[in-house]
């Protein structure tokens, strides 16, 4: 695992954080230690900071779980910026292609009964997170997750109320 500032291959903006890791399942409570660490660098509230980690921690965690179906190893890309007032989280892996925001999500169960496995994942990140954008660049997965500094709770309040 590498930590470093550099500027995130977007190009969004500014220079800020870059975590590698591989694509190992105890990696997860590293990305949430930078995540924390990250977040008070820049500012971030503890609500939002919490959102971040939360979403990060599903899209890894899914990235690690499916992404390397036959166990190969692979490096998986963090970069984390604040651009034009806005947390930008971006992801990317060199696992199989897939685009997270166009996968089913089941409706919500009305009882633990009629509950579905799987798909509740990408629920969770898409209402963590107000914007949620995927790209196949290069040859990889790249999920690139935003919300606004300020305002945040109210534009999750809005994001819940859209994705039901």
Same mark, same amino acid.
């Given at each position: 695992?590498?930590?470093?500032?550099?500027?995130?291959?977007?190009?969004?903006?500014?220079?800020?954080?870059?975590?590698?890791?591989?694509?190992?399942?105890?990696?997860?409570?590293?990305?949430?230690?930078?995540?924390?660490?990250?977040?008070?660098?820049?500012?971030?509230?503890?609500?939002?900071?919490?959102?971040?980690?939360?979403?990060?921690?599903?899209?890894?965690?899914?990235?690690?779980?499916? !992404?390397?179906?036959?166990?190969?190893? /692979?490096?998986?890309?963090?970069?984390? $910026?604040?651009?034009?007032?806005? #947390?930008?989280? +971006?992801?990317?892996?060199?696992?199989?292609?897939?685009?997270?925001?166009?996968?089913?999500?089941?409706?919500?169960?009305?009882?633990?009964?009629?509950?579905?496995?799987?798909?509740?994942?990408?629920?969770?990140?898409?209402?963590?997170?107000?914007?949620?954008?995927?790209?196949?660049?290069? !040859?990889?997965?790249?999920?690139?997750? /935003?919300?606004?500094?300020?305002?945040? $709770?109210?534009?999750?309040?809005? #994001?819940?109320? +859209?994705?039901?």
């Amino acid at each position: 695992m590498l930590a470093q500032q550099s500027p995130c291959p977007s190009g969004f903006g500014s220079v800020i954080r870059r975590l590698s890791i591989q694509n190992e399942v105890a990696a997860i409570s590293e990305v949430s230690r930078w995540i924390a660490e990250s977040g008070r660098a820049l500012g971030f509230s503890h609500t939002l900071t919490f959102h971040v980690d939360l979403a990060a921690s599903e899209a890894i965690a899914n990235t690690i779980c499916y !992404g390397y179906p036959d166990g190969s190893r /692979g490096e998986i890309e963090l970069c984390l $910026e604040v651009v034009n007032g806005q #947390a930008m989280l +971006e992801i990317e892996d060199s696992g199989i292609p897939f685009n997270p925001l166009e996968a089913h999500t089941p409706p919500t169960a009305r009882s633990l009964e009629e509950a579905q496995i799987g798909g509740l994942g990408i629920r969770l990140i898409r209402r963590s997170m107000p914007m949620c954008n995927y790209e196949w660049r290069n !040859g990889h997965n790249v999920l690139i997750l /935003g919300s606004p500094l300020k305002g945040f $709770e109210e534009t999750l309040t809005l #994001a819940e109320t +859209e994705t039901g």
